[in-house]
């Protein structure tokens, strides 16, 4: 009974780092059905930990930090328990849903993260987004599917598309910040040139491909979690749609972003959208 409450109150936990970190990405889970938001809660708790490691911990010994966290992780999941909450929440839906191959890949790429800062070929551009980003989005189709191995692999294809798509827009988004704040340049198209009008569409190009693949697998998705998945690939897609609108300059210049004003409008598009079955 005391563990059953232990593991509660690690779930809140996580929850409450979702929302602080992510209030957009906390809609979208809000709309998911109450069954399956603590699995999925947990798996950003996790991934936003390692994440605020490598992308916001300066300051210290980043590496060690890292370590520490995935030694803590390794033994949590030996053990079937942690004092550190947001890995207890994890390590059990792991184990529920089978993700630990999905983790150590998420967890290379945010070792990359530490020594790596330009990414020249389409090779290694690739195999950074499948760690960071498609592994995440295949932790929560396991969830989605409930470990149902067939409908698994059938959407997985769609699952990592739309996984690549958000992380192709948050690099875009966050062009700035990485260059200046952490060194850092993803793209391959730009190892040799500045953001100009040109690489920008040939950006802009490849992930609107992810993104129409991506909606191919959301129209099949079970119910309970259609809706907020929607949710989330409707506001990257604005996102993306604001890129498109402003030049290179300003968005090497500045961080662009979605009001709140057409969040609340895509939340409503979206919930009628679904109410209508015409998702």
Known sequence: MMKQLFDTSSYRCSTLITKTYSTSFSKGVALLAPSIRPAIYAIYGFVRYADEIVDTFQDFNQSELLAEFEADYQKALDRKISLNPIINAFQEVVHRYQLQPLVVDFLASMKMDLFKSEYTTLQEYQQYIYGSADVVGLM???????????????????????????????????????????????????????????????????????????????????????????????????????????????????????????KMELLLKSYLRYKLNII
């Open 140 to 262: 929560c189709l396991r969830v989605f599917v409930n470990g149902n191995e067939k409908e698994y692999e059938r959407l997985k294809p769609f699952a990592m598309r739309l996984g690549s798509a958000f992380q192709k827009v948050n690099f875009l988004r966050d062009f700035k910040d990485d260059m200046e704040g952490l060194g850092r340049s993803y793209f391959p198209n730009l190892s040799h040139t500045s953001l100009n009008e040109f690489t920008k569409r040939e950006i802009i190009k490849d992930i609107e491909a992810d993104f129409t693949e991506a909606y191919k697998g959301i129209v099949q998705l079970p119910m309970e979690c259609r809706l907020g998945v929607y949710l989330a690939y409707r506001y990257y897609l604005r996102l993306l749609k604001e890129l498109k609108l402003a030049d290179s300059y300003k968005i090497m210049n500045q961080r662009i972003r979605v009001s709140t004003f057409f």
